[in-house]
């Protein structure tokens, strides 16, 4: 397998590595309250999950 001929810079290291940058978490909506929760999880508001009442929340 073939070698560098030269040392790759930091610089250019670090913009290869830059593009892939981490992104927020993706959000859901809820379509009775409007509070954002994380998508295939139960809403931890109201204890929803896919339009069933999964868990009791206490108030």
Do not use: C, W
Request: aromatic residues 6%.
């Amino acid at each position: 397998m073939g070698q560098p001929k030269r040392k790759q810079s930091k610089q250019r290291s670090r913009k290869r590595r830059g593009a892939n940058r981490f992104s927020g978490p993706e959000l859901a909506r809820d379509p009775a309250t409007g509070n954002l929760f994380s998508p295939h999880h139960i809403n931890p508001e109201t204890g929803m999950y896919r339009g069933r009442q999964v868990i009791e929340i206490k108030d």
